[in-house]
């Protein structure tokens, strides 16, 4: 984590770079590092936020190309892929029973929508992450992107506020 005032000072380069792990959309990132200076830390974040509106079906499928499926905890030692490991730590891999479950679920899932299941795992347990997919097994097409899209824009805003501090 760095401070606004450091993140301010960079270049639009190394800003963009910065925040390219919070999300695999083209441009958040770079229109964040642009719109610097931020004169406060909610300014920034009510301007991510701003940007992430507009986001649909699009940037849904970009941005999971960088998400890995809840359960499979990602190797490799980018950026992303240590958040995505962070954010699941509460997804109990010991238990092998909901580790097929949510296999099972996610597999249902793509059968069903034709993409990754992607739900904030920050703060939920398997257990929660299982019952939302199984909820949301049962939405339209149209009702999913929302909801995806939703659970997009807070890991996303999770992780800018993990990269950005006061
Ligand atoms: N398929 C996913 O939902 N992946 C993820 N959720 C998170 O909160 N971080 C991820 O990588």
Not at 8 to 18: F, G, I, M, P, Y
Request: one cysteine or more.
């Amino acid at each position: 984590m760095i401070t606004l005032n450091h993140f301010n000072r960079l270049s639009v380069a190394e800003a963009a770079s910065l925040l390219a792990p919070c999300v695999a959309v083209p441009g958040w990132a770079t229109a964040l590092a642009e719109g610097r200076p931020w004169r406060s830390r909610e300014a920034m974040l009510n301007a991510a936020q701003q940007l992430m509106a507009s986001w649909g079906e699009v940037e849904l499928n970009q941005a999971l190309s960088a998400h890995p499926r809840i359960g499979e905890k990602p190797a490799g030692e980018q950026q992303h892929a240590a958040l995505s490991r962070q954010e699941q730590a509460s997804v109990n891999d010991g238990d092998a029973a909901l580790a097929r479950a949510l296999r099972e679920g996610n597999a249902r899932y793509e059968a069903r929508f034709g993409r990754v299941f992607l739900i904030r795992a920050k703060g939920r347990s398997g257990e929660d992450i299982l019952q939302a997919l199984s909820r949301r097994l049962g939405n339209s097409d149209s009702a999913e992107v929302q909801d995806a899209l939703a659970q997009l824009r807070e890991i996303t805003l999770l992780r800018l506020e993990g990269a950005i501090g006061e």
